[in-house]
């Protein structure tokens, strides 16, 4: 054979091998192919192809292995029981910054899917590699790198402890620094990805200078980028005290309450959460936010919103509310109250409505004038009615349940508490019937409104046990009245005047 046919059928070799891994690749982009590429063995075709002497070939392999990876569990399972992530380990110091790309790439897909396979990718030393390539000078690969990161540290903070371990944090800052956007929205997702787990991990972040940086980018005009750095600060802010001051300090208020009408709902959102993992802490804090005009925002973000979007805004007005008495205030100035009580009415979800309960009751515990401002609204026949539903969440049942007694024991609007005479079960009932007995016996106005109104009336027709608490209410409210009204009022008086008559002997 001469040397030319020889090299033909090198050529020729290449040429299908180059084929091969395309179509793999090609293939693998599509869900219902993956089955039958699993079933023909293509993980372990591919497998020595990453170490072919053709550069685009190993890339290609890589990249089919990647997607092939990046679909499920089991095939991310089959790519560590192959050997093939020491391969790719390797060759991330080795080769060019395509095939390094495509590398992370694989590292991502496999870590993404559980702790395990994570776990998985850092045994086989992909995090001193990953680490090494965001010092890189192509943007390309640094993204590759973050993602990967990220993926290993959003599964637990022992991972995330491995992530900061390798020297990860200052070099994921420096990326947030860098021109490209792609760069700076996943350097950021990673943050918030080791921030979340616990307060030293995201003091660790803070320490590497990261909040000043993510402070600088609230109102880049890209919302994905902007989706990041808010789920940062939020993950950073909700430890503690400390860090959310740290996140204050870097004075984000009140431009980030632009960004609740911003039109990304995701920016929204993360933007929404930023704000209630701050106010959650101190009254301090809350009363910050309310100084630059906060809680009107939120109030109108809630408003604005559907769904689990608005979510962050309904807790926020809680927490805020539970502060003291004052911060409760402002939450119904800016009509707080209506509008989680239009959340109560219009969600369908049973986690919303409960935080929505959760925040009323927050804002009407505090004192009389706060349990009307609630009352007013009719929020509490809406509370009872969600507590009594049999087929909504134990959740809501139990925040309704706590949102109607520490309204009830403060309110002393009569005119709201008397629909819940007829329709409150008996352990909601002797928290209204002891707020009749405690306002009637000194509002002479409040006793004749009560008669007319038909209230003394259920009054008299609630069975009590004797000596019970509920009594003694009952009690107190006919000891306001004649006995011959409460007498008029009582079950079974009028069959007992009929009874007098039949029996009255008319004077002759």
Request: net charge negative; proline share 5%.
């Amino acid at each position: 054979m001469s040397q030319r046919q020889v090299l033909q059928v090198f050529e020729q070799y290449q040429k299908a091998r180059t084929q091969f891994v395309q179509t793999v690749a090609e293939l693998a982009t599509r869900p219902q192919n993956i089955e039958t590429l699993q079933n023909a063995g293509v993980m372990s075709l591919l497998r020595p192809l990453l170490l072919d002497i053709v550069p685009t070939i190993q890339q290609t392999a890589a990249l089919a292995l990647g997607r092939l990876a990046n679909y499920n569990d089991d095939l991310a399972e089959a790519v560590v029981k192959g050997d093939i992530l020491p391969q790719l380990v390797y060759s991330l110091a080795e080769q060019n910054r395509f095939y390094k790309k495509a590398a992370a790439f694989v590292l991502r897909a496999v870590a993404k899917h559980s702790p395990e396979l994570a776990q998985a990718v850092v045994d086989c030393g992909a995090l001193d590699a990953l680490v090494i390539c965001l010092e890189e000078f192509d943007p390309g690969v640094k993204e590759s790198a973050a993602w990967a990161l990220g993926y290993i540290a959003r599964h637990g903070p022992e991972l995330a402890q491995a992530v900061v371990d390798a020297g990860a944090v200052p070099l994921l800052v420096l990326c947030v620094q860098e021109p490209d956007l792609s760069l700076k929205r996943i350097a950021a997702s990673a943050l918030s990805d080791i921030s979340k787990h616990s307060p030293e991990l995201a003091q660790t972040v803070v320490d590497a200078g990261a909040i000043a940086h993510l402070a600088q980018m609230v109102l880049n005009p890209d919302a994905k980028l902007k989706r990041q750095v808010f789920s940062a600060l939020a993950q950073i802010s909700k430890h503690s005290v400390d860090l959310a001051e740290m996140v204050v300090e870097a004075e984000i208020f009140p431009a980030v309450l632009t960004c609740l009408k911003d039109p990304d709902e995701y920016v929204r959102k993360n933007c929404a959460t930023l704000i209630r993992e701050v106010a959650k802490h101190t009254p301090e804090l809350s009363q910050l936010i309310v100084n630059a005009g906060g809680v009107a925002a939120i109030v109108d973000f809630v408003g604005d919103s559907r769904g689990n979007v608005r979510l962050p805004g309904v807790m926020m007005l809680g927490y805020v509310a539970a502060h003291s008495e004052n911060l409760a205030m402002a939450v119904i100035v800016s009509r707080g109250v209506l509008t989680l009580d239009a959340v109560l009415q219009t969600e369908s979800e049973d986690h919303i409505q409960a935080a929505a309960a959760w925040s009323l009751g927050q804002i009407g515990r505090h004192s009389p004038e706060h349990a009307k401002a609630v009352a007013q609204a009719n929020v509490l026949p809406k509370l009872l009615r969600a507590y009594l539903r049999p087929d909504v969440s134990e959740d809501l049942q139990i925040k309704s349940k706590k949102a109607l007694k520490h309204i009830l024991q403060k309110c002393v609007h009569l005119e709201a508490l008397e629909p819940l005479l007829q329709e409150a079960p008996a352990n909601i009932l002797k928290h209204v019937v002891a707020q009749f007995s405690k306002v009637l016996p000194h509002n002479p106005k409040s006793r004749r409104l009560f008669v007319t109104s038909g209230g003394l009336k259920k009054i008299q027709e609630i069975r009590a046990e004797p000596g019970s608490a509920l009594a003694e209410y009952i009690n107190t409210i006919n000891n306001c009245y004649p006995e011959e009204i409460v007498k008029y009022y009582s079950p079974g008086y009028s069959d007992s005047l009929l009874e007098r008559v039949e029996h009255y002997l008319p004077q002759t």
